[in-house]
């Protein structure tokens, strides 16, 4: 079921786009930078090549009780696959929550561009086919914290 609803969030990093692009890959690196703000990532399985699957959980720390998560209280799991890959230019996520309620479920799309800036990469992610229990602002907020997240991971604060 397509939602229609949709975020785009972009960030200047100082930091060349194939680093970049390499920290999509890897999935060491993406448990590091992708989780926002003080979520914590865990990987369960990682295939970082065009149609390889993955599946991760964002664990919120103890505590923390303003977000349910959408698996359980504390984790927000997910599964997807990278459906397209151009080198140092895009990275396509097609993403599923695990989630037994209908506002969370669905796929979703993370479309993240690695533009060619002076000094760095204008890195623009967006997310199609939100799910309606997601608030818009929440997703945006959360792809924020993550872009800094990744910024300072490549060292391109």
């Known amino acids: 079921m397509n939602t229609g609803r949709s975020t785009t969030v972009s960030r200047f990093i100082a930091a060349p786009r194939q680093r970049i692009y390499r920290a999509f890959l890897?999935?060491?690196a993406v448990a590091t930078w992708l989780p926002p703000g003080s979520m914590k990532g865990?990987?369960?399985a990682f295939e970082g090549r065009e149609g390889g699957a993955f599946s991760m959980s964002l664990v919120y720390p103890d505590g923390e009780t303003s977000q349910p998560?959408?698996?359980?209280?504390?984790?927000d799991r997910f599964e997807g696959r990278?459906?397209?890959?151009v080198p140092d230019e895009r990275i396509v996520w097609a993403t599923a929550f695990d989630?037994?309620?209908?506002g969370f479920s669905g796929e979703?799309?993370?479309t993240t561009i690695l533009s060619p800036a002076d000094g760095g990469t204008d890195v623009t992610t967006v997310c199609d086919n939100i799910p309606s229990g997601i608030r818009l602002e929440d997703n945006e907020e959360g792809?924020?914290?993550?872009?800094?997240?990744?910024a300072a991971f490549v060292g391109g604060q």
């Open 42 to 44: 865990i990987v369960h």
């Open 99 to 102: 989630s037994e309620d209908e």
């Open 69 to 75: 998560g959408k698996s359980s209280d504390k984790t």
């Open 143 to 150: 792809c924020r914290l993550t872009l800094d997240n990744l």
């Open 82 to 85: 990278f459906a397209k890959l």
């Open 108 to 110: 979703m799309t993370v």
């Open 26 to 28: 890897d999935a060491d």
